[in-house]
């Protein structure tokens, strides 16, 4: 019996490295179809780059309450990396090598940037990270900038139930 279990946890944590090295490349409808389809009370979606300091730090915490969160059917984290296609291996690795456990996309689609960012907010100029916040498919929270951990659980237990 123990090896049985044994070879489950083999397989399961095969599975789970096998999914995150997979990471979809998304256009921009792409990725405003998944955010409006996920289903979650509350969904986090951050907007980062392996290039960027404060998005790499932050992370650090937003694992953290990620992992506080995941057995929550009704909270869900989308992490969408605005790193170029051809630096993949590079997202696959820093996934890896920080244990990123959250689900991560790749938005592919630079080249219309003036036209997607300003959808996601009018406020936004396009600086990462950005942190939006939906609650049941609608926009209650946009934050600008790097985060704290007490301030992503601040707003993440004002909108979930």
């Known amino acids: 019996m123990k090896k049985y279990l044994l070879f489950l946890y083999i397989i399961f944590l095969a599975q789970v490295q096998a999914q995150q090295e997979i990471i ?3 256009k921009f409808e792409e990725l405003e179809n998944r955010i409006a389809e996920m289903p979650a009370d509350l969904l986090v979606v951050n907007f980062w780059a392996t290039t960027c300091a404060p998005c790499v730090k932050e992370l650090l915490d937003f694992m953290e309450v ?25 997202v696959k ?37 950005v942190t939006i916040f939906y609650r049941k498919g609608v926009k209650v929270h946009f934050h600008n900038g790097e985060m704290s951990k007490p301030e992503l659980e601040e707003i993440i237990s004002k909108h979930l139930n």
């Open 93 to 129: 690795k820093f996934i890896t090598d920080k244990n990123i456990a959250a689900k991560v996309v790749l938005l592919d689609d630079n080249k219309r940037m003036n036209t997607w960012i300003p959808r996601f907010d009018p406020e936004w100029g396009g600086e990462i990270p």
């Open 24 to 26: 979809p490349q998304l």
């Open 66 to 90: 990620n992992r506080k969160y995941e057995a929550n059917p009704g909270f869900k984290m989308l992490l969408v990396t605005l790193d170029r296609t051809r630096d993949m291996e590079r």
